[in-house]
């Protein structure tokens, strides 16, 4: 498994956090994420074989917040 940290602007409270989390769980290939509201930081283990980084940016986006791995 595979890690990466997606910096995740937009959130303003847990609701989004749920939300986010729910997203990124529910995209196929993620096996975990934790959301930080403070950090703005998702903590995302995924199988590299089964999806990408942009994949998992696309799923934070479809939620109407912003994304970025750099």
């Given at each position: 498994?595979?890690?990466?940290?997606?910096k995740v602007s937009g959130m303003t409270c847990m609701g989004c956090v749920?939300?986010?989390e729910k997203a990124?769980?529910?995209?196929?290939?993620v096996?975990?994420?934790?959301v930080d509201l403070a950090?703005?930081?998702a903590v995302v283990e995924y199988d590299a074989a089964r999806t990408?980084?942009?994949v998992i940016i696309a799923a934070v986006e479809a939620q109407?917040?912003?994304?970025?791995n750099g």
């Open positions: 498994m595979d890690l990466v940290e997606l749920r939300g986010v990124l769980t529910r995209t196929p290939g096996s975990s994420a934790k950090s703005a930081l990408s980084i942009p109407g917040y912003n994304a970025s």
